[in-house]
């Protein structure tokens, strides 16, 4: 599983023009659901993305985590984070979970967040989106766990 993490001032995601999901300050989550992935997956990389000290303190030092800022999250699935791009000009798709796998994935890690008591908004699955973001920093990391399936 992976999660590309970015901390934003604000974002909002819209399908077919209408907003569906949005926030203020906190982090907006690009998710992907790889093949073999499993509930310890969803749980490991939902607690890292709320626990990594990247909002900072009043010395300007990466040390207030995203739980401990009240950080709002937007979720959006993202299956291209498994797209493999090493040979050729296309990029192959081979890793990452089919959507009857990857939609239930997706949707108990925004229940995760959601029982940790963040707010936590999110995009929809399977549709085309509009992300609007406004970075903050920038501020952008990748959260991975490799299935041990």
Known sequence: MKALIQRVKEAR???DG???GAIGKGLLIFLGVCKGDG???VEYVADKCLALRIFEDDDGKFNISASDADAEVLVVPQFTLYGYTGKG???SFDKAAPPDVSRPMYEQFVQHLKDK?????TGEFGADMDVNLVNDGPVTFM???ESNN
């Not at 008591?117 to 908004?121: N, P």
């Open 13 to 15: 995601v819209e399908v």
């Open 18 to 20: 209408a907003d569906i």
């Open 39 to 41: 509930e310890k997956d």
């Open 89 to 91: 000009r296309r990029p």
């Open 117 to 121: 008591g963040v707010k936590t908004e």
């Open 143 to 145: 959260v991975e766990k």
